[in-house]
């Protein structure tokens, strides 16, 4: 895989895992209620390779199959990243620990960690609208094997990100929520510029074709 392709994907990737949401009030609440966080994270990381792997796979053998699936994939993909980004700026996202303390056992909290990642659909949207843009069918490797790739770019940053939120829970985000929503604020203005700039790149080259 081209190494700018893998420097891109991080980047955007860490954008979306910096966006406070459900991973991250998990990750709060376990780093609040439980002696440790690791199992939670754990899961949660689980959760997301599992999802990576799905996507890849399906994504990969229509891509085989239908040769502007890719393109599809990604005017899709430019619109749910606007929509999600429009959406955020209009109700960022506010940090909070969960409203029932908990202090499950290391099993409990890998199991509830891998359904709050591995069941939730926006994962599997957010794969599917980012995965396919950051693949060459002409690369040296095949579709399925880029995305498993930048899926584990992902899962690293995910490892780092919520490391850090659960361990540093209570003594920082809880305590100042207006930083969670300036993030919040941030990151939907630069996905719905991102979603706009994909989708005007693939909308070009077909205009251009229909007025040649």
Avoid at 73 to 100: C, E, F, K, M, N
Avoid at 150 to 179: D, F, M, S, W
Wanted: some cysteine.
């Amino acid at each position: 895989m081209d190494f700018a392709v893998a420097v891109s994907f991080w980047a955007v990737s860490m954008l979306f895992v910096l966006t406070p949401g459900v991973d991250w009030a998990y990750a709060i609440a376990a780093g609040l209620h439980n002696r440790s966080f690791v199992p939670a994270v754990a899961g949660m990381l689980a959760g997301h390779m599992v999802a990576t792997i799905v996507v890849a796979s399906g994504v990969g053998a229509l891509v085989n199959s239908v040769p502007m699936a890719l393109t599809a994939l990604t005017v899709v993909g430019s619109v749910y990243l606007i929509w999600l980004g429009v959406s955020t700026l209009r109700q960022p996202s506010t940090i909070r620990p969960a409203d029932q303390p908990t202090s499950d056992s290391p099993l409990r909290q890998l199991a509830t960690g891998f359904g709050v990642s591995g069941l939730n659909p926006k994962v599997f949207l957010l794969f599917l609208a980012l995965l396919p843009q950051f693949t060459r069918p002409d690369a040296p490797w095949s579709v399925p094997a880029q995305m498993l790739m930048l899926g584990g770019i992902h899962v690293a940053n995910c490892a780092v990100i919520y490391l850090l939120v659960a361990a540093t829970a209570k003594r920082l985000l809880v305590t100042r929520p207006a930083a969670g929503r300036i993030v919040s604020r941030t990151s939907g203005l630069i996905m719905t510029l991102l979603g706009a700039w994909l989708l005007t790149e693939q909308i070009l080259p077909l205009l251009g074709q229909s007025n040649a």
